[in-house]
């Protein structure tokens, strides 16, 4: 029963964390003067997209495995994982025209500090999922 709470919570996390998500951005970016805030959720927003169609395609490919039990269908699964962070360090890339170097080190330390505040997220809504129970 908290297990599937928590899982309920899922969407709830993903919006409170997209604010977050540029909010981060902004830091990592705080000296090129022409992004704003607003440019960097419209590029949040954008890499959100993104990654629910990549997570729409990934889910669906699963439920088509547990009919066809294909191994093919798990390893597409993994690429597919996979190319969310390749497009996230492209995209990132591509929008804030940055050096190789420089955008590989954002990219790494925007993936640590995103994986932090996930974390953090889930904690405090897996309190708030115990407390309702």
């Known amino acids: ?37 607003v440019n960097h959720g419209i590029f949040s927003i954008h890499f959100y997209i993104f990654s629910f169609i990549n997570m ?39 929008f804030y025209r940055q050096r190789r170097a420089k955008t590989i080190f954002k990219f790494l330390l925007l993936s640590m500090l995103l994986l932090v505040t996930l974390l953090l997220l889930f904690i405090v809504f897996s309190l708030f999922s115990l407390f309702k129970v």
């Open 56 to 94: 729409l395609v990934i889910f669906g490919l699963g439920k088509l495995n547990e009919s066809l039990h294909w191994s093919a269908i798990r390893y597409m699964q993994v690429i597919l994982g996979f190319a969310t962070f390749f497009y996230l360090y492209k995209a990132m890339r591509n």
């Open 1 to 37: 029963a908290v297990g599937n709470m928590i899982l309920h919570s899922l969407p709830q996390m993903l919006f409170i964390l997209l604010p977050l998500f540029a909010f981060i951005l902004k830091l990592l970016y705080f000296r090129k003067k022409d992004f704003y805030y």
